[in-house]
């Protein structure tokens, strides 16, 4: 750390502690350890501060004599009378444990005091969620990540780290050891029940990002709610309160001691899961005599009770009286993972100070879930130091400096990619020439690259890509991706450019053209590296295609209310490609078949040309919004999405197809809390009319007969690709599928152990009595372990017109890992 920042820093709060009275000390246990996020505050207030990792804590108040108190979990609350003077106050304070023996309480024979003071808490747990009907409360809102452990064992990084040694590759991670990201921020929170929620963030600051937003949001625990959320991803059923209605039947009790506080006796109650692998806390919860309400929390969830994701959460809370309630004062969250030899820890500190229970709601809600201040992200140093609640320790002032002096003397920089030999050839070419400039190839060798199939034999696929950032609203990229043959000699190219622009309402233009392959469902249903395996060694040839010189031009409208429309206009000059290598590692019982699908056509269709023109429109109602002080985006709502879509074959300029159709679809993704979560996709559509058109017009449904699962919401799995494609004026679909997320498979020993979870799925569709289809499955999902458990294994039943029975096996890959569909067949 440069000497002269550290100089600049000390003078900067030098001269504002000589215009303001300031408090500060550090807070320890008997034994002289600091207690981090120890709360002090002025009494009968909320105004106040925390203590930091170390235990220091500093805050502003003004000149006089004031009755603090200081708080923690675990510990006597003290209270104490102090005269502030202008300048600087000093005042360390040693907070002892809050023990009684429970020789001193009057216990009657054989009764379980925690049990009854559980079952009294559990009665008045309704009347304490609905006693709070609106608050604002200022919140201040410091979170960082740090790494604290890297691998010994670097074999595999140092290979994907494009040829690095292990020992380069070492020590360039033991550098980075320390904080990842460190933000905080200052906020004004406004909660009208019951779903009315508003954040005003006045300022926001990342370490080494001047444009960054950081954590602006706390996550909200509420105990006296019987689902308890932090967060959809950590734990996608929530967590049952250790005070909900059905408590008792998931959680043990045990009372540790008794301690009286502003004469009021409290209780600590130890609380137990009766069971692992349910979503259950553990901890400590101190409840009030007579009042049964809580008073403090120290709980923890951990991967044993169905935590995702982090290992473990530990949770504190902090009450003070408000008026004649108690709400959170201070909240803080230790989250701990270990991957793949790598700790991370997560250090999150929430403090809540000038509760107000009565505002103006009118004036407070509307659109906007979220808006910052014009000036969020321009505060000086001094405004931090001055309205900053809790002291940053030393790793954090060092963070700050250094992260920001690297941004503020090289604005303009961009790291390096490293394009050695191996790195070429397995991870491709990547040259930033400059800022905003970008030029990223295909590997030479990768998985994408090399296919066989009847067509083109052993076929090899390279790719060029192009990007450039204009401004944050407007940015332009462009893709060559070339294709050649080895057995038909065809060389096969595309090339895309996509322009994006617009601040609040997005757009993009779009245009592609060339000479490449399709699939006659031009969804590609089948995977190309799949099909590559099932020719050569089942031989069994599925993926079915043509040759088309096309041109494809696009507009799409983003509206941020969340209304979407799409125009497209698409020619293609469709031609026949045949059969050209039959081999096959497989010599008996081949099943080869002609290039075109032969379970609907009795041969292949002449050369034609299609001119279609598209009109979709999409709409998702019921949403909010971010506003920024540049920009507003939308948020997720809780509505289902709506989709519509009219396509014309055009019979002009050339064209041979004259035909129209249409769809309307709903999708929606509902979390259950503790029920987990179900999603469902229904369309109906047709056609409006039929003069002419061809196999790749049709109405298809995505069939899929290979192993590998095709994607869930979208297909069918035991389905043949093309036998049930139609022309017919009307056609229902549904695909809908319930994750139980452990609901089920928690109560069977093996399976809790593992983490596996129940998921079961329908999907049918029906176009006429004589042509419909349905099936059921019932499956495993979360297969794997920690952040890569993505497989899921599914057992599927179908029935084509009701009747005729199969069964089969689909092995599932989350395609946010591994992508099943052909990114290819994008036009």
Same mark, same amino acid.
């Given at each position: ?144 990540f740090k790494l604290d452990e890297i691998p010994e ?199 809540? /100070? ?152 997005? /757009? ?75 081999? /096959? ?144 004026p009307f056609y229902a679909t549904l695909h809908a ?91």
């Amino acid at each position: 750390m440069s000497n002269k920042y550290i100089l600049l820093i000390s003078l900067l709060f030098c001269i504002h502690s000589l215009n303001a009275a300031i408090l500060k000390g550090r807070i320890v246990d008997t034994k002289g350890e600091p207690l981090s996020f120890a709360s002090i505050y002025i009494k009968g207030t909320t105004k106040g501060t925390t203590s930091n990792v170390e235990g220091y804590y500093s805050f502003e108040l003004s000149t006089g004599s004031h009755t603090l108190i200081c708080q923690y979990v675990g510990y006597e609350k003290m209270e104490f009378e102090i005269n502030i003077k202008e300048g600087e106050n000093s005042k360390n304070i040693t907070l002892k444990t809050n023990e009684k023996s429970l020789k001193e309480v009057v216990v009657k024979s054989g009764e379980n005091l925690a049990l009854a003071v559980i079952k009294k808490t559990i009665k008045k747990r309704a009347y304490y969620n609905k006693q709070l009907d609106a608050f604002k409360v200022h919140a201040y809102i410091k979170g960082n990540f740090k790494l604290d452990e890297i691998p010994e064992n670097l074999g595999l990084l140092s290979m994907l780290g494009g040829g690095d040694s292990k020992a380069e590759t070492k020590d360039e991670l033991e550098k980075s050891k320390g904080i990842l990201m460190l933000s905080e921020s200052v906020s004004e929170i406004y909660f009208k029940r019951p779903e009315k929620f508003k954040i005003n963030v006045l300022s926001s600051r990342v370490s080494g990002n001047k444009n960054g937003y950081g954590f602006s949001e706390p996550i909200f625990i509420n105990l006296y709610d019987n689902n308890v959320e932090i967060g959809s991803q950590l734990t996608p059923r929530g967590l049952l309160s250790p005070i909900a209605e059905t408590a008792m039947l998931s959680y043990k009790y045990e009372l540790l001691n008794v301690y009286v506080e502003d004469g009021k006796l409290i209780n600590r109650i130890k609380v137990i899961p009766r069971r692992k692998f349910e979503p259950l806390f553990s901890g400590i919860i101190d409840i009030i005599e007579n009042e049964w309400r809580l008073h403090s929390v120290d709980l923890v969830a951990d991967k044993d009770h169905q935590l995702e994701v982090v290992d473990t959460v530990k949770i504190k809370q902090v009450f003070v009286p408000v008026q004649d309630l108690l709400m959170v004062k201070d909240q803080s969250f230790l989250i701990k993972l270990k991957l793949m030899g790598f700790g991370i820890t997560g250090n999150f500190v929430n403090i809540f /100070s000038d509760y107000q229970l009565n505002f103006d709601e009118k004036k407070t809600f509307n659109k906007y879930e979220k808006e910052y201040d014009e000036k969020a992200l321009n505060r000086s140093i001094n405004y931090w130091d001055t309205i900053r609640p809790i002291p940053l320790n030393a790793e954090e002032i060092a963070d700050f400096i250094k992260k920001d002096s690297i941004e503020k003397a090289k604005p303009d920089t961009v790291a390096k990619h490293k394009n050695s030999f191996k790195s070429m050839v397995f991870r491709g070419f990547k040259n930033n020439a400059g800022e905003k400039n970008t030029i990223t190839t295909t590997p030479l060798i990768g998985t994408n690259n090399f296919n066989w199939n009847t067509v083109e034999g052993f076929n090899y696929r390279y790719g060029i890509s192009y990007r450039k950032k204009i401004n944050d609203d407007q940015r332009l990229t462009s893709k060559l991706l070339m294709r050649y043959g080895l057995s038909n000699r065809q060389f096969n190219a595309k090339f895309s450019t996509n322009y994006f622009f617009g601040k609040t309402n997005k /757009s993009q233009l779009s245009l592609s053209g060339g000479r490449y392959v399709f699939q006659y469902n031009n969804e590609a249903p089948v995977n190309e590296l799949i099909n590559t395996a099932y020719t050569l060694f089942y031989g069994s040839n599925y993926l079915k295609i043509y040759q088309a010189w096309f041109g494809n031009l696009k507009y799409q409208y983003r509206h941020i209310s969340g209304f979407t429309l799409t125009n497209q206009l698409k020619y293609q000059s469709r031609n026949p490609l045949y059969n050209s290598n039959l081999f /096959s590692f497989r010599k008996n019982n081949i099943t080869f078949t002609e290039n075109y699908p032969v379970e609907k056509l009795s041969g292949m269709e002449p050369a034609h040309n299609a001119l279609i023109y598209q009109l979709s429109l999409s709409y998702q109602p019921g949403r909010k919004y971010i506003k920024y002080p540049d920009r507003i985006i939308a948020t997720q709502s809780k509505y289902p999405t709506f989709k519509t879509s009219i396509s014309y074959g055009i019979p002009a300029l050339g064209s041979d197809v004259d035909y129209s159709k249409w769809f309307i679809e709903m999708n929606d993704d509902m979390r259950l809390n503790r029920w987990g979560t179900f999603n469902y996709r229904a369309t109906i559509g047709g056609f409006l009319h039929n003069t002419k058109s061809y196999l790749a017009d049709y109405t298809h449904f995505n069939g899929n007969q290979i192993i590998l699962a095709s994607p869930y919401m979208n297909s069918f799995q035991l389905s043949p690709y093309y036998l049930n494609s139609n022309t017919e004026p009307f056609y229902a679909t549904l695909h809908a599928e319930h994750h139980f997320l452990g609901m089920i498979t928690n109560k069977i020993p093996l399976f809790r152990r593992l983490k596996w979870y129940l998921v079961a799925a329908t999907n049918t569709y029906y176009v006429n009595s004589n042509n419909n289809y349905v099936e059921a499955s019932l499956g495993l999902e979360n297969i794997g372990y920690k952040l890569l458990r993505f497989i899921r294994v599914d057992g599927v039943a179908g029935y084509t017109n009701f009747k005729n029975p199969v069964y089969g096996i689909r092995i599932g890959i989350n395609s946010s890992v591994f992508q099943l569909g052909d990114v290819d067949q994008d036009e």
